[in-house]
């Protein structure tokens, strides 16, 4: 079964905008070659020899979105639609398509992802690779869901997830994508774990993962959103998801927390880290520790006092 890749390249500055522009329009999957930081983050990987030459060649100049459309939607419009999106936008861009198996779009951007450490105590492995470490291993396959490690929103949840769990916690993770941060706070000794999403794709993603982990006893992955799925008070709630949901959902938290419990919202862009900030401590959250990195920002929260 072919796919048709839509493959659009732009100059970096404007990479945001054009993801945001494919993210929009998007019924298949995304998947974006932006390299600008790649001296920086293989400075912070331990095994340097991991990464692969054509890769260190990559231009840092240019971001390239590719687009995947299945077989039975009109690649066509969509390419018309792209292309009128990104012209209102005043993005200069190339645009091609071509044609792809499924597998090859699903499985293609393996060859970049291997094994990272991250924290003190955690190693992200691929699973199909072999990582000998004595720190704890959560074995991944994302598939198209959400959450390697490797994005700088999840790395500073699992940062701040190896700095606050120290055993017996009960979590909740909301939008979880691969189940990533709850697997991550199981392996680091949390009692229990819940994870929310309302893509199906993602709930059953985050459950292969958990098998594959060994916690899918004390992980239970639920299709749905905070308000109808959530139930107690928790002593972790993660949001590794968008500034907008976080708005949205933040008044929700407050009830769910534990006392002395935290809150970490992830995934703000740091051009809407203030509006984040007035959200948050509206709904009677303190923001304890503000983490950034390459723009993008963690707010680390703790519950009002009782």
């Not at 018309?80 to 012209?87: F, H, K, V, W």
């Not at 691929?126 to 598939?143: C, K, N």
Request: with cysteine; charged share 25%; aromatic share 6%.
């Amino acid at each position: 079964m072919e796919w048709t890749d839509i493959k659009t390249t732009v100059p970096a500055a404007y990479a945001e905008t054009a993801e945001a522009i494919a993210t929009g329009i998007s019924g298949g999957g995304i998947y974006i070659e932006d390299y600008r930081d790649l001296e920086q983050q293989v400075q912070a990987i331990a095994h340097v020899d991991l990464i692969e030459q054509a890769l260190l060649e990559k231009s840092r100049n240019e971001v390239t979105v590719h687009l995947y459309i299945a077989p039975d939607e009109n690649f066509a419009e969509i390419a018309e639609l792209m292309q009128d999106r990104l012209t209102r936008a005043e993005v200069p861009y190339t645009l091609s398509c071509e044609g792809v198996k499924q597998e090859d779009w699903e499985n293609g951007w393996k060859q970049y992802y291997h094994a990272m450490e991250i924290g003190r105590r955690l190693a992200i492995v691929p699973s199909w690779e072999q990582y000998e470490t004595s720190r704890a291993v959560i074995t991944l396959d994302p598939g198209m869901a959400f959450g390697t490690g490797t994005h700088e929103t999840t790395a500073l949840c699992l940062e701040t997830l190896d700095e606050c769990v120290r055993g017996g916690e009960r979590v909740l993770d909301i939008g979880t994508g691969s189940g990533i941060l709850a697997i991550a706070a199981l392996k680091l000794s949390a009692a229990e774990a819940e994870g929310v999403d309302i893509d199906p794709m993602c709930v059953r993603t985050a459950g292969e993962n958990a098998q594959r982990n060994g916690v899918q006893q004390n992980f239970k992955v639920l299709v749905g959103d905070l308000s109808d799925k959530a139930s107690g008070q928790y002593d972790v709630i993660c949001a590794n998801i968008v500034a907008g949901a976080i708005k949205a959902l933040v008044p929700c938290v407050p009830p769910l927390l534990k006392q002395g419990g935290i809150f970490m919202a992830s995934g703000i862009i740091d051009t809407r880290r203030d509006e984040v900030i007035d959200a948050v401590q509206a709904a009677g959250l303190t923001i304890r520790q503000v983490k950034e990195k390459n723009g993008w920002v963690c707010l680390v929260c703790t519950g009002p006092a009782a």
